[in-house]
């Protein structure tokens, strides 16, 4: 008879903080502001 | 912005806007940026009224902000305190300074015709604000949520 115990060890998912970053809008428009002093 | 233009959530840790020329020393006085989730989809007159019953947090205050931009590049702000955007609802960027030293940062806007997307006043404690179909280009920074849960298995097999 074999017996054969294979234990294994699983690390399903680390935990990690992801920094990115989102651009919002094209460069349509050049214009005055919105930091306009007046 | 709009929660389908940001397409993140997450904790935000700066705020950018996109300078279009060059600027020296555009300087404003008892300078605050906030931001705050809406439910609305496009703005009205009302700054209150835009937040949708939401409260807007504090991320940057300075006594006396000075820009000064080289030509076509980002400038912003790291939050004094991470922002958590939630991703569903739109967001308001907000800023308002009580003097400066009428020099202008020129910057890029996108188009948002026929929406509102806008509200702005010359008068630091205004209730009311002119509307534009227009939006600043925005960028920003964030820390996504980690995965969630971690975990450790173990698999026993045996084999006869």
Known sequence: MKVAVISALLLVAVGAAQAGTAIVGAKESPQKGPWCGT | ?160
Request: charged share 20%; glycine share 10%; with cysteine.
């Open chain 2, 1 to 160: 912005m709009l929660a389908g233009e940001l397409k993140f959530a997450g904790d935000v840790t700066r705020v950018d806007w996109n300078a279009s020329a060059a600027a020296t020393g555009a300087g404003f006085g008892d300078a605050e940026i906030t931001l705050c989730e809406t439910p609305l989809s496009e703005v009205t007159t009302s700054f209150v009224g835009n937040y949708g019953g939401n409260t807007p947090a504090l991320i940057y205050s300075n006594s006396w902000l000075v820009i000064t931009t080289t030509g076509d590049q980002w400038f912003g702000f790291d939050c004094a305190k991470p922002f958590a955007y939630g991703g569903s609802k739109n967001l308001i960027v907000e800023m308002r300074w009580r003097r400066d030293n009428e020099t202008t940062v020129p910057s890029w806007h996108f188009d948002t015709k026929p929406a509102f997307r806008n509200c702005a006043v010359g008068t630091y404690a205004a209730e009311q604000g002119k509307l534009g179909t227009w939006c600043s280009r925005h960028r920003f920074t964030y820390t996504a949520a980690a995965v969630s849960p971690t975990s450790l298995g173990r698999i026993r097999a045996l084999f006869r």
